[in-house]
Structures are given as structure tokens and as C-alpha cells.
């Protein structure tokens, strides 16, 4: 549906699971303004630069118009025709778990919902899988182990109620920037206490109490640690433990865990121990760093046996509190679109559960045990036993470990539809079927964040082409295989409804997940909904989840376990001296096949980078800037190396967004080995093992240009620009005709070229210019090129008769690389204006240049700046 021009929609933002409300106005030319919806209990009003910058990602450029088959274009119904003939065709032929699908976080609640029936009910298996599984599987399982359902007990409010906030393997600050901001208002307000648990120094240290900087994948053995501090200390609720079994066996594996482990000082933990059991409302955040890893559901369990040790569950600024990465996988959850759920928080394996969702849907089959969770879902279509795989939304020739095989897995496998926004992603090129979907902007339904909020997701463009909405694919494959009246579905209100009606049956049973008050919703009801928290029962709307001490495992009763730590799965030894840690930067999402496309948000950090300690860049010889290539058993990968005290020796950190697509060496998922928690089936991404060197090329280059570009050496890296594009390059075969490689990099067989060289020191510069206008530049050295980068990146399209002494002239700006990309602030402007203005604090910079004043992820970038003693301008 499309909104007229003017009229301001609300919506949600795409990202990640804080799930901030903001107000769309389209400007009738396909864009759209954004702002934060003061009215969305989430964000308030507040964005961070991601959502601030979604108008910018729009374009149609790189857009999917119209179904594929082999790579040729054709219509809607030879392509579901096709897609339908095959599913059943597998089935009848092979069983129904020769098939699979496997979706997105990014998928709206009512997609979920369809694409779980069609798989579940109808083709009659359960192998259903998401990337959620990649993301926090883990607190699934120790939720489930814990509570008897997946039930997250807090809410946002319960952040700002708190007096001490800890953040485990939660980089919050860049990764849920909007949750950061609310702590940091709420600790200016009551002087909250912050304690950052993490590997790494990451932003979120820079206004922490406390950084525990233990060793990678030791969490448990804090957290038992602290369990028995509790005890000792006699901070044990009694009364709150009435609710609760396991306490003793808990008990006595905390006693025997060996906290040495943490790497940590005694002193250190002591001083956590008794910040934690001094404060009465507690709150733990946990995220990816807990449930990435190979004993990820015990790091989640160790979380809550301490929360449910002390009784600090249920009440107001108390409670663990998974933040989740993607927009809906909380939706995702709800409507059990995992391989081991069910729906609506119902059991796969519960009979009675089966049969009363069989009897709903009015389904043929169900599968009575879990299905292939990802690793194994893949590795099936690898071995030839899967022989039809849907890929909805998501990007696993990428981001899933092991990226090389599972790249090949899909080749492999006999048939493919990838359904997606674009072409160009390194899975939907491997695709035999290709399904135009719709773009956020073009779609209606809900999400659930973080805390248990539904809001509206609500379409304002229309979709281009052939596009068409993810539930309505779906239902018209389903209604294609010959389930008509499963599928018989006009619009996502009637599905929200027939949701909302089986969920009803989950609080018939007893269940947590019951939304059944919103069952019957009118049309015009479900078009105006406001953010809603579950559950809204007929009985029951809201409110606080085990403050009553009644808990969802058949005795009513909550779980401790005792949990033992074990190591990260692979080893360390002298092939694979590092751990690598994998996670996001502050400004990319994903594989950026979106935030790639806003020049500002690709100013910040532009190329994948590695970031190594300076102890083991000396030892290897690693200059800054220089290139490390790192390898493991399943692949190797280049990248920028940054050489920094924020890791620990023997620790790398690299970034997950570099695709094929933007830097094809910085595919990081080829290197992380596929072993899973043996619970929650979630993959180990922060603990690889790899080895790292210094990489030696030939030559490197920086390149900008009007127009995208074609590198074809062995390292490159390419970034959109607020005038094109800028490229990092290097080779391995000595240059030999450079006008040669820049018309062909740049495709500008007529633009006029000059050259300028130094042949004693190597160095060749190259411009290509158009009527009167530099179109593109190539800088190349022996070296890592140094020239002003961010100076280079504005200037295709202008006149700048400079552009090949690689800095700007007399009176032309440099901003520097941006710090604060909701305001498109620079490095240089900020220091300029520092050292001219005579400002003193973050918050005279934001006075002065608006830097770091809305959604703050900038602020330690620019009290850093404001540290610098004797100002100098920012080098690359
Ligand atoms: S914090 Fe940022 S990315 Fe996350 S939902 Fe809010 S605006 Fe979107």
C-alpha cells in the first residue's frame, strides 16, 4: 500500500531488537524522511545512525524486479509453479525432511507465521531453521531449561530502574545503541552502576565502573564464581527459592569451578562479588558474546541460577535480560519458526501440543521431532540429502561458519529459491530460483523487540516491479502444492489474527505466549495498533513475569542447573595461536546490503579491518596499516590490520559485514569452524582458532570514483561515497601498465588520464577526467598508500584540479573520517572546532557542531579526540 506524499506513518526501524518506533514520511519520489517516534515506548523519539540514516537505503539501484529461473527472467506463476512442483515433488519422492527452509530475523511475524505452518503442517517436517540460530539460540535453550518456556521476565524500564547494570558479551553501546543511551539518561539521573564483562575493551567500557576483561568463553565460571559469593555471603533469597529446584546440585558445581579460568585478578572478581550482592535491583544484560559459543546455553543458565539464586527476577530494575540482534526474532520465536518449537512457545515433542496445533491448522502432517537446526540443515544439502532448500531474507554464503562449505552446500543441492530484495548477495547468485520480495518500506505486519513489544511495521512505498510481500509468496506456493484453504489468505491482519486465535491454545495449556486478546482485531484495529507488550490475553494483559514466583515447567517450579565451564571447542596451538572474536561495528548491519548504501554510514569504518595487540603485531612484524591475512582449517581471509590495546594478546577481533560483494577476502565466516553448543545447536562465532601474518603485496592502491568499480586484485575493499565510491586495494603481481588497470577498473574508456609518477620511490597517481570534471582517481605505492581519504572521497565529480597530490588545497575542507555519522561530523572538523572554539567537553562539541547529540554512540570517539594533546589533524 502506498502513502501519499506529506502524510507521516508510523513504523518500526529494521535493525536491531531494541525495535525503536519511527515516523516515515514519504516525499513521493520513493524516498522517504525519518525521524524517531516520540511516542514508541521503546526509543521515545530517539534514533541511532542506522535508523536515522534509513532513507538513504532506499534505491532502487541492485533491487530484484522480477522472478528468476536459471538466471532468466520470468513470470510469478512458471516461477511458484515451479516451486511448488519441486517441494511436493521432494517429498513424495524422498520424505518430507528432504526439505527445508531457512529464514531471517528480518521477517515480519506474519511471514514467519505462514512459512511455519506451510513447513510444519503441511510439507509435514521440521526443518525450519532461521539465522536467529546464529544469533540466540542459546538464551532459547536456557530459557526454556530454566523457566519451562522461552519467556524474557524484563523490560526496558527495568534498565532504568536499576542500580547496576551488567553488560556480559554485550557491546550495547554500538550494537543497541538506543538501550545504551537510556542507561547512560538514567545513570546521569540515579548514578546506576555499570559493569562491562568482555574479552574486549569495546565503547561500552567507556562509561563502565568496572570492565572484566576476562579470557574468551569463561562467562560460566565467573557467574558460578559469583553464585557461590552469593551463598557465602548469604545473599540467597530464601523465600524467592521456594520457587525454585536445583539449587544444591547448582550449589555444588559453583563450588568446584575454577575461576582462574576468567584469567581474571581475584581482587577483581571479589569486587564484582560484592557490587552485585550489595545491590538490591540487578540487572544483567546479556547478548551475542554469551550465546555465541559452543557452551553458550550453560553461559545463559549460570546467568539466571544468580538472578534466581537472590530473587532477583520479577521485580521493577531486576532481572537477566537477553537483547536480541535482529528486529523479529523474538517474532521469529513466538511463532516457533525454529527447528525445535513448535508454535506460540508450544513443544514439537509435546503430543498433546501437536495435536491441538494439527487440529487448528487443519493439517495433513506434522513432524513429531525437531528438524535440522542450521549447521546441520546445511551440511544435509551439502550431503545430497536435503533436495529442495528455501532461503528467505538472509545471506548464509556469508555469514554462516564455514562460509566456503556451506557456499558449496548450496550449489550442491538440487534445487534452491532464494527470496530476496536483490540479486547481488553471494547466496542468491547460487540460486536456481530467484523471488523478488518486498523492502521494509513496502511491507505490513508486526515485530516483537526486546522486551516483548509488538509493534507495526507499516508499508508506505510501493514495492517495484513484481515484488510481492513474504507471506503472500508464501501462501501462494502453499495454496500452489495444493493446500487452498491452509493458505487462503488476503492480507496480514487476517494472519496476525489466526495467530493471535493459536496462541490462545499455548495459555490454554499454560503457556507464557498467549495473545489472544488480539484475536479479533478488525482490519482498521490491526492498522492502528499500538506497541503492545505480551501477554494480552483475554485474562491477562502485561504485566511482570515470575514476580508471583509461578514459573512454566509442569511443578510451576523454576530450574537451576549446575553448570560446568568448558572451553571454546577449538583449541589454541601453534598451527592456531589466535582466538578470533567476530561481532559488528557501529554504523553496518549484516552483510550490508542495506547500510552499505548510506555514504555516512560507510564513513566511520570503510574497509574490514583486524584488530590485533601491539605485543603480537611487533612479534609478527605488523606495521599499522599493513595487511594480515589470517587462516584456519576452513579458510583465510585479508584484512586491514589495527594494531590496538582493546584485545587481549593472542586475541583478534574482526568485523562480520564484508561480503563478496564489497571485500571479497573479508568474508570472516570462512574461517570459524561449525561447532555448535550441543543444546541450543548455536554456532561457536567468537571462538576460532586461526593464524595471522603479515601480508606482503606488491603494490596497494586507493581508488575513488563516480561510478562502481571493478577491482580484480587479490585485496580489495569497496565503500559508497557521498560522490561514488572509494576502494582499498593491494596486489601481489607487480604493476605494469597503471592507465591499463585504471580504465579498467574504472570502465571510463573515454575520460582523459593523468599521470604523475616517482619512479625512486614507486609511487603512481592517476586521475581520469570528463568534461572538466575528475571522474576517478587511483593512488598506488610500494606501501599502504597515505593520502587524505576522506578528503579523496568527495572529490569525482568536482573540479579539484589537485586531486593527484592526494591532499586538499589551500581552503578546500578535510572533515577527516567520520566520527558522528548521524550528523555527518568528521574527525578534522571536530578538532578544528576544538582547538579553534576552545571547547572542553562532548557537550560543548555538541553544541557547537551537533556531534554525538542524538543517538551518542560517537561520544567516546570524541572524548578521545578531546584528549589529544597537541592537536594534529586525523591521519587514516
Ligand atoms: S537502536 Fe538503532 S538500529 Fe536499533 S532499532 Fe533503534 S534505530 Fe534501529
Known amino acids: 500500500m502506498a502513502v501519499a506524499a ?37 526509543n521515545r523519539g530517539r534514533l541511532c545512525s542506522k535508523g536515522l540514516a534509513l532513507g538513504e537505503t532506499l534505491g532502487l539501484e541492485g533491487r530484484l524486479l522480477a522472478p528468476q529461473v536459471n538466471g532468466q ?18 517429498v513424495e519422492q524422498h520424505g518430507p525432511d528432504s526439505v527445508g527452509f531457512y529464514l531471517s530475523g528480518q521477517m515480519l511475524t506474519e511471514d514467519y507465521y505462514v512459512a511455519n505452518k506451510l513447513m510444519k503442517g503441511f510439507l509435514g517436517s521440521a526443518n525450519i531453521d532461521t539465522n536467529s540460530r546464529l544469533c ?91 553464585l557461590a559469593a552469593l551463598y557465602e555471603g548469604g545473599a540467597l533469597d530464601a523465600e524467592y527459592l521456594q520457587h525454585v529446584e536445583g539449587l544444591g546440585a547448582a550449589l555444588e558445581a559453583a563450588f568446584a569451578a575454577d575461576a582462574a579460568v576468567t584469567g581474571l585478578e581475584e581482587a577483581e572478581i571479589a569486587a564484582f562479588c560484592d557490587l552485585w550482592m550489595r545491590t538490591e535491583k540487578v540487572v544483567t544484560i546479556f547478548s551475542q558474546g554469551v550465546n555465541q559459543s559452543t557452551s553458550g546455553a550453560d553461559k545463559v543458565n549460570a546467568i539466571l541460577n544468580c538472578h534466581l539464586a537472590a530473587g532477583r527476577i520479577g521485580k521493577l530494575g531486576c532481572g537477566p535480560f537477553s537483547v536480541t540482534g535482529q528486529p523479529n526474532a523474538m517474532g521469529g520465536r513466538e511463532v516457533g519458526g525454529l527447528a525445535n518449537m513448535l508454535a506460540c512457545h508450544m513443544d514439537l515433542e509435546n503430543s498433546s501440543h501437536r495435536a491441538a496445533v494439527q487440529e487448528f491448522w487443519g493439517a495433513p502432517a506434522m513432524p513429531e521431532r525437531a528438524g535440522l537446526k542450521a549447521v546441520d540443515l546445511f551440511r544435509a544439502a551439502g550431503e545430497g540429502r536435503l533436495k529442495a532448500l528455501w532461503i528467505i531474507h538472509t545471506n548464509p554464503a556469508v555469514t554462516m561458519p564455514e562460509a566456503d562449505a556451506v557456499s558449496a552446500a548450496i550449489k550442491a543441492c538440487d534445487f534452491t529459491v532464494v527470496s530476496d530484495v536483490t540479486a547481488a548477495t553471494d547466496t542468491a547468485r547460487l540460486a536456481d530460483v530467484l523471488l523478488p520480495a518486498a523492502a521494509w518500506a513496502e511491507k505490513d505486519g508486526t515485530v516483537t523487540n526486546s522486551d516483548r513489544t509488538i509493534s507495526r511495521q507499516r508499508a508506505v512505498l510501493p514495492p517495484p516491479g513484481q515484488a510481492r510481500a513474504d507471506w ?84 510451576g517450579k523454576a530450574r537451576m542447573l549446575p553448570v560446568r565451564w568448558r572451553p571454546p571447542a577449538a583449541a589454541q596451538d601453534r598451527r592456531y595461536p589466535f582466538r578470533l572474536n567476530t561481532g559488528r561495528i557501529r554504523d553496518q548491519w549484516h552483510t550490508m546490503t542495506r547500510t552499505g548504501k548510506a555514504p555516512r554510514l560507510s564513513g566511520h569504518l570503510a574497509e574490514p579491518f583486524a584488530d590485533i595487540h601491539p605485543e603480537d603485531a611487533r612479534r609478527l612484524g605488523v606495521q599499522p596499516a599493513d595487511l594480515l591475512r589470517l587462516s584456519s582449517p576452513h579458510g583465510q581471509a585479508i584484512l586491514r590490520a589495527r594494531i590496538t590495546a582493546d584485545v587481549q594478546p593472542g586475541d583478534l577481533f574482526v568485523p562480520i559485514h564484508w561480503t563478496g560483494e564489497t571485500a571479497p577476502s573479508a568474508r570472516i565466516d570462512t574461517l570459524v569452524a561449525a561447532a555448535t553448543d550441543p543444546v541450543s545447536g548455536q554456532p561457536e562465532s567468537k571462538g576460532a582458532v586461526v593464524a595471522a601474518e603479515r601480508w606482503q603485496a606488491a603494490w596497494y592502491g586507493f581508488a575513488v570514483s563516480c561510478r562502481p568499480m571493478a577491482p580484480r586484485t587479490e585485496y580489495w575493499a569497496v565503500a559508497r561515497t557521498g560522490a561514488g565510491y572509494r576502494a582499498e586495494l593491494a596486489g601481489l603481481a607487480p604493476l605494469a601498465d597503471l592507465e591499463a588497470i585504471a580504465r579498467d577498473l574504472f570502465a571510463l574508456p573515454e575520460a582523459e588520464a593523468q599521470v604523475m609518477t616517482d619512479r625512486r ?17 587511483l593512488f598506488t605505492a610500494p606501501e599502504p598508500v597515505a593520502v587524505r581519504r576522506d578528503y579523496l572521497a568527495g572529490v569525482p565529480g568536482s573540479s579539484a584540479a589537485e586531486v593527484l597530490t592526494g591532499i586538499p588545497a589551500a581552503g578546500r575542507p578535510d572533515p577527516g573520517p567520520v566520527v558522528c555519522a548521524c550528523f555527518s561530523v568528521g574527525a578534522n572538523t571536530i578538532l578544528h572546532a576544538i582547538e579553534s572554539g576552545g571547547l572542553m567537553s562532548v557537550a560543548d562539541v555538541g553544541a557547537a557542531l551537533q556531534a554525538g547529540t542524538n543517538c551518542g554512540s560517537c561520544r567516546p570517539d570524541i572524548a578521545e579526540l578531546l584528549s589529544r594533546r597537541p592537536f594534529r589533524q586525523a591521519a587514516e
Open 6 to 42: 506529506c502524510q507521516e506513518v508510523r513504523s518500526a526501524c529494521p535493525y536491531c531488537g531494541t525495535g525503536c518506533g519511527v515516523l516515515l514520511r514519504p516525499d513521493g519520489a520513493g524516498g522517504l524522511a525519518v525521524r524517531g517516534d516520540p511516542e514508541h515506548p521503546a
Open 73 to 90: 527472467e520470468t513470470d510469478w506463476d512458471s516461477a511458484l509453479d515451479l516451486v511448488a512442483a519441486r517441494f511436493r515433488q521432494a
Open 136 to 226: 540466540m539460540a542459546s538464551t532459547v535453550a536456557g530459557h526454556k531449561r530454566a523457566f519451562g518456556t522461552d519467556t524474557v521476565p524484563g523490560t526496558y524500564e527495568d534498565l532504568e530502574e536499576a542500580d547496576l547494570i551488567v553488560l556480559a558479551g554485550s557491546n550495547l553501546a554500538w550494537c543497541h545503541p538506543v538501550l545504551y543511551q537510556r542507561i547512560l539518561a538514567a545513570r546521569e539521573a540515579r548514578g546506576t552502576r555499570l559493569v562491562v564483562i568482555d574479552p574486549r575493551r569495546t565503547a561500552s567500557c567507556d562509561q563502565a565502573d568496572m570492565h572484566l576483561k576476562l579470557r574468551a568463553g569463561s562467562d560460566a565460571a565467573l557467574f558460578n564464581r559469583l
Open 472 to 555: 503472500d509468496i508464501l501462501a501462494d506456493a502453499g495454496r500452489r502444492m495444493g493446500w487452498g484453504a491452509a493458505f487462503d489468505y488476503q492480507s496480514p491482519a487476517q494472519i496476525f489474527r489466526e495467530h493471535a486465535a493459536l496462541s490462545g491454545l499455548a495459555g490454554s495449556f499454560g503457556l507464557d505466549f498467549d495473545i489472544s486478546g488480539l484475536s479479533s482485531l478488525s482490519d482498521s484495529d490491526y492498522e492502528g495498533l499500538a506497541p503492545v507488550r505480551w501477554p494480552v490475553s483475554r485474562k491477562r494483559q502485561g504485566g511482570r513475569f515470575f514476580a508471583d514466583g509461578r514459573f512454566f515447567h509442569p511443578d
Open 761 to 777: 620511490k614507486g609511487i603512481a597517481r592517476l586521475a581520469l577526467h570528463q568534461d572538466g570534471k575528475v571522474m576517478a582517481a
